[in-house]
């Protein structure tokens, strides 16, 4: 069974930086793409960036700059690395990977990491 590990959330200040990881184990032939979203409490959960299996992103417009996607294929672990955090990046930020474990292509999400800006 295939299972997303998110790490790395917290409470940080105004202006500092966290870095997200999320590791997809299980039995997995092939990852495609992996992304983060995340969900502010009453609002919908919306996509902060994606990353390709050849590596291309897209970033939401509100992170782009501060924010910034990569993985390791060979660990099947992408990573978000933020900088510049704003009050309004808090957060449960989701990843989501697309992979193949069985007959057909799935999407899998993590159970969620909270982040959490504040003075």
């Known amino acids: 069974q295939v299972q997303l590990v998110e790490s790395g959330g917290g409470l940080v200040q105004p202006g500092g930086s966290l870095r997200l990881s999320c590791r997809a184990s299980?039995?997995?032939?092939?990852?495609?793409?992996m992304g983060w979203y995340r969900q502010a409490p009453g609002k919908q959960r919306e996509l902060v960036a994606l990353?390709?299996?050849?590596?291309?992103?897209n970033y939401a417009d509100s992170v782009k700059g501060r924010f910034t996607i990569s993985r390791d294929n060979a660990k099947n672990t992408v990573y978000l690395e933020m900088n510049s955090l704003k009050p309004e990046d808090t957060a449960v930020y989701y990843c989501?990977?697309?992979?193949?474990?069985?007959?057909?292509?799935?999407?899998?999400w993590g159970q969620g990491t909270q982040v959490t800006v504040s003075s």
């Open positions: 299980g039995i997995i032939f092939r990852v495609y793409a």
């Open positions: 989501n990977a697309d992979l193949h474990s069985g007959i057909v292509p799935t999407s899998y």
């Open positions: 990353i390709t299996s050849g590596g291309s992103t």
